[in-house]
C-alpha cells in the first residue's frame, strides 16, 4: 500500500514538475496568431528601414544617375538670329524691263518665334504686381477660382507665355538628380530662379520609366504610366502608357518628359474617357497639373484640398474637364496631395495642405541670361 | 528539424501576409511599383490565400499531432 501511494505521490509530484514546462510550451492560438503578426510587422518594418528610411539618410551618398544630353545640334549652337547684311549694290546693266514683275511673295512668320507671336503680352520693361509678371520674354497671370462643385474647391490657373523654351525649365531638388534627393519647393525656386513655379513628378522616388529633364535623358524605360513630353518646337503630347515607343518619342527630340500622370485629355481636347490611375489616385485631392494650348502658350493650375471649409480638391474627372473648359489641348497631371504648390515670386501662392512637403523636382519659369542663351 | 518544421510554416504565414501589405499598398499608391501586371497580381494573390491557408493546416496537424501523446 505504502509502496502503492509512493508510486503515485511520486507521478503526482512529477506530473506536477511536467505540468509548468508543457504550459510554456504550448501557446495558445491567439498567442500564435499574435507571434505571426508581430513577426510579419518586425519583417515589415526592417523592410521599410532597409528600402525607404536608410536610402534617404544616405541620399548624399547615392550616386547620381548618369544621363546624356539629347538637345538637338540646332539648339546646342543656337545663335541669336542676324539680320541679312544689306547687299552691295552692283551696277546694274539696262536689260529690257518685263511685261509683268512677279510680286515678291510674304515672309512666312516662323512658328518658332514666339516673341513676335505674342508680342501684344510682354512688355518691354518687367512690369511685376501680386500676381503677374511680364517682361520681353515672360508674361504670367495668376488667377485664382473657386469651383461650383458640391464641395468647392479653390484653385490657381497661371497662364504663360514665353518667348523661347529656355525660359520653361525644371529644376532638380539639390541641382542634381539624385534618388530621395528631396528640397523645400519655396527653396528649390528661389535656387533656380524662378519667377513661377509648381511641384513636379516625384521622380526622385523612382529608378524607371522614360525621363528627360533640360535636353538630359536619365532614364528610357518604357513603363504602364502616362507621360508627358515636351518637345524642342514647344509642342507638348502626352500619351497613354500603350500610346507610344521610347524610341519615336526620343526620335522627336523631347526637351522634357515627366511620369507621373495620367494623361487628362484626348487629342480632341476632351476629358479622357477613363484615366490611368487608381482609386486613391483618381480620387479627391489636391492637384497640380501642366495645360498645353499651343508651342509657347502654356499653363500651371494647382487645385488645393483637404482642407475642410476652404476647398475639398478635386478628382482626376473634374481635374480634366478644367483643363477642357480653360481650352487646353493637352493636359497632364502630376504630383498632387500635400505636394501641391505654386510658388510666385518667391512665396507660396496657393495655399498647400499642412504647408507642404519636400519635393523632389519643380517645373519653373524664369529668365535668361544672356551667357545661358543659345 | 523538428524546430524547424515548427518555424516554417510561422515564417511562410508571415512573408504571405508582408506580400498582401505590398498588394494592398499597390492598390493605394502605384506609382511606386510594388506590383505591375494584372495577372501577376491575381497569381500572387491566389498564392498569398492558398499558402496562408497551407501553413495554418500544417500548424493545426502538428499541434493535434502533439495533443495525442498526452491524452493517452
Known sequence: ?374 | MKKLEEFIPHLSICLLLCLAVFMVLDGYNPYMKWLTSTVSKVYIAICCVVGITTAILLIVRQRRRKKKPRQE
Not at chain 1, 504550448?26 to 510579419?40: A, C, F, N, P
Not at chain 1, 551618398?61 to 541669336?80: G, K, L, Q
Request: aromatic residues 10%; negative net charge.
Open chain 1, 1 to 374: 500500500m505504502e509502496e502503492n501511494k509512493t508510486r503515485q505521490e511520486l507521478r503526482e509530484e512529477q506530473l506536477q514538475s511536467q505540468a509548468p514546462r508543457r504550459r510554456r510550451k504550448r501557446k495558445s492560438v491567439g498567442e500564435l496568431v499574435l507571434q505571426d503578426l508581430l513577426m510579419t510587422a518586425i519583417i515589415l518594418l526592417s523592410f521599410a528601414l532597409v528600402h525607404h528610411v536608410i536610402p534617404r539618410m544616405m541620399k548624399n551618398s547615392i550616386e547620381p544617375p548618369e544621363s546624356r544630353s539629347i538637345r538637338p545640334a540646332a539648339v546646342e549652337t543656337a545663335a541669336p538670329e542676324t539680320p541679312a547684311l544689306p547687299t552691295e549694290e552692283l551696277p546694274v546693266e539696262p536689260t529690257e524691263p518685263e511685261a509683268t514683275p512677279e510680286p515678291t511673295p510674304e515672309p512666312t512668320p516662323d512658328p518658332m518665334d514666339w516673341r513676335t507671336k505674342f508680342a501684344d503680352r510682354f512688355t518691354d520693361e518687367v512690369v511685376v504686381t501680386d500676381h503677374s509678371y511680364t517682361s520681353p520674354n515672360i508674361a504670367i497671370d495668376i488667377q485664382k477660382y473657386v469651383s461650383d462643385d458640391e464641395a468647392p474647391s479653390t484653385y490657381f490657373v497661371a497662364d504663360i507665355y514665353v518667348a523661347s523654351l529656355e525660359n520653361f525649365q525644371t529644376y532638380w531638388a539639390g541641382g542634381s538628380f539624385r534618388k530621395w534627393m528631396e528640397e523645400d519647393p519655396i527653396q528649390c525656386a528661389k535656387n533656380a530662379g524662378a519667377i513661377l513655379a509648381i511641384n513636379g513628378d516625384y521622380a526622385d522616388s523612382q529608378d524607371f520609366g522614360l525621363l528627360v529633364r533640360n535636353g538630359e535623358l536619365y532614364m528610357e524605360e518604357q513603363t504602364i504610366y502616362d507621360i508627358c513630353a515636351l518637345y524642342y518646337d514647344g509642342t507638348m503630347v502626352t500619351y497613354g502608357a500603350d500610346e507610344y515607343k521610347v524610341e519615336d518619342v526620343l526620335a522627336r527630340e523631347p526637351y522634357q518628359i515627366w511620369k507621373f500622370g495620367p494623361a487628362l485629355l484626348d487629342e480632341k481636347g476632351q476629358p479622357r474617357s477613363s484615366f490611368n490611375a487608381t482609386g486613391p489616385i483618381s480620387d479627391v485631392n489636391p492637384r497640380t497639373g501642366i495645360g498645353y494650348y499651343e508651342p509657347g502658350h502654356y499653363c500651371f493650375v494647382v487645385v488645393d484640398g483637404r482642407q475642410g471649409g476652404y476647398s475639398a480638391g478635386m478628382r482626376i474627372g473634374r481635374f480634366a474637364q478644367l483643363f477642357a473648359d480653360l481650352g487646353c489641348t493637352a493636359a497632364y497631371n502630376l504630383d498632387g496631395g500635400r505636394s501641391s504648390v505654386m510658388t510666385f515670386q518667391g512665396s507660396f501662392f496657393n495655399q498647400p495642405y499642412l504647408n507642404g512637403r519636400n519635393v523632389g523636382d519643380i517645373l519653373l519659369i524664369r529668365e535668361i541670361d544672356e551667357s545661358e542663351e543659345g
